[in-house]
């Protein structure tokens, strides 16, 4: 069975900063892409940032770039979000997910991420 479980939400002030993990089980993550997405009430889903399978290459939305950084540790299979200079506007829920194809460029589109954790909170206060 397929598990992504996050962890490290909560509430911060502006300018603070939160540190996410995801811990993965279930198939052999090593091999598949990995991305955060958050969704803020009232509003879509959106991307925030990716990981390729090897760890090597980061993708991340304009809106957190300069400001999150995501990693990875493949031998725990886990995967970290390190947010940094946080705003209001970041509150929402932060959902971990894994990319559906294996050895591909980590995709933008929340379609193309088979398996999701069940979120975390994030809220910034200001």
């Known amino acids: 069975q397929v598990q992504l479980v996050e962890s490290g939400g909560g509430l911060v002030q502006a300018g603070g900063s939160l540190r996410l993990s995801c811990a993965a089980s279930?198939?052999?993550?090593?091999?598949?892409?990995m991305g955060w997405f958050r969704q803020a009430p009232g509003k879509e889903r959106e991307f925030v940032t990716a990981?390729?399978?090897?760890?090597?290459?980061?993708y991340y939305a304009d809106s957190v770039k300069g400001r999150f950084t995501i990693s990875r540790d493949t031998a725990k299979n886990t995967v970290y979000l390190q947010m940094n200079s946080l705003t209001p506007e970041d509150t929402a829920v932060y959902y971990c997910?894994?990319?559906?194809?294996?050895?591909?460029?980590?995709?933008?589109?929340?379609?193309?991420?088979?398996?999701w954790g069940q979120g975390t909170q994030v809220t910034i206060s200001s």
């Open positions: 279930g198939r052999p993550f090593s091999r598949y892409g």
């Open positions: 997910a894994a990319e559906m194809t294996p050895y591909t460029i980590p995709s933008r589109a929340w379609t193309e991420y088979e398996y």
């Open positions: 990981i390729d399978w090897k760890g090597a290459s980061t």
